[in-house]
């Protein structure tokens, strides 16, 4: 099993705060990503990233940013938050692979922002 | 671009078997993936299809249909655990390689 880690596991904020949500993962994995998720919606892909210095914006970019200095860290940031960007944020891990490489979550970020 | 359905919601009695459906538009096809998700819980991988045809892992099996765009997740002798949602997925071609874009969900919920 991945060993995949988000904090913080919750988050409540006020409206213009700048917050960076941090993800680690201890499995070497190359390709890592953000997905955004409202309670019993789908997930959003928010970024991506197939290595070190490398990152891809998802449909979802939602005003925030990513950055790959290490292979196994990956934070998000949102430079000033809103409560349109209340939501639980999950970062994922996997390996290099084709197509099958399955997908390893971390247990997420529960954000509220006031 | 890329799209997926898959029904919102299917109940079903502990014990019954229950098939949840997924159809995909891609631009480009490298395969269909499942995952399901406890509430409150993270996405777990269940199965992937890279061909066409039935891949079987114990209480659960997934099948793929290539020329019909099509899926399903076959889930057998239902337990209550299984009460969850269950999300089909696609590869999307990004500019730097190809990443996982999932359907709204069908939640399950399994009754005694």
């Known amino acids: 099993e991945a060993d995949i880690y988000q904090t913080p596991r919750y988050l409540v904020i006020g409206t213009g705060k700048k917050i960076t949500l941090e993800c680690s993962q201890t499995?070497?994995?190359?390709?890592m990503y953000w997905y955004q998720q409202d309670p019993g919606m789908e997930l959003h892909l928010i970024h991506y990233s197939y290595g070190v210095n490398s990152t891809e914006k998802g449909d979802l970019s939602s005003e925030s940013t990513v950055s790959r200095i290490r292979t196994e860290h990956f934070p998000l940031t949102l430079e000033s938050a809103r409560p349109s960007h209340t939501s639980q944020y999950l970062c994922a891990s996997s390996t290099p692979g084709g197509a099958e490489s399955p997908l390893h979550f971390g247990n997420g970020t529960r954000l509220t922002v006031t | 671009g890329q799209s997926l359905e898959q029904p919102s919601e299917v109940t079903a009695v502990e014990g019954a078997i229950v098939q949840i459906n997924c159809t995909y538009q891609t631009s480009g096809f490298y395969g269909l993936s499942w995952y399901q998700q406890h509430d409150g819980g993270a996405p777990t991988f269940l199965s992937y299809n890279g061909l066409d045809g039935l891949e079987e892992t114990g209480r659960f099996s997934s099948f793929l249909s290539r020329s019909d765009s099509y899926g399903y997740l076959l889930l057998q002798e239902l337990q209550m655990k299984d009460s969850a949602s269950y999300f089909c997925a696609v590869r999307d071609q990004g500019q730097a390689g190809t990443a996982l874009i999932f359907g709204k969900g069908t939640t399950l919920s399994v009754s005694s």
């Open positions: 499995m070497g994995h190359d390709k």
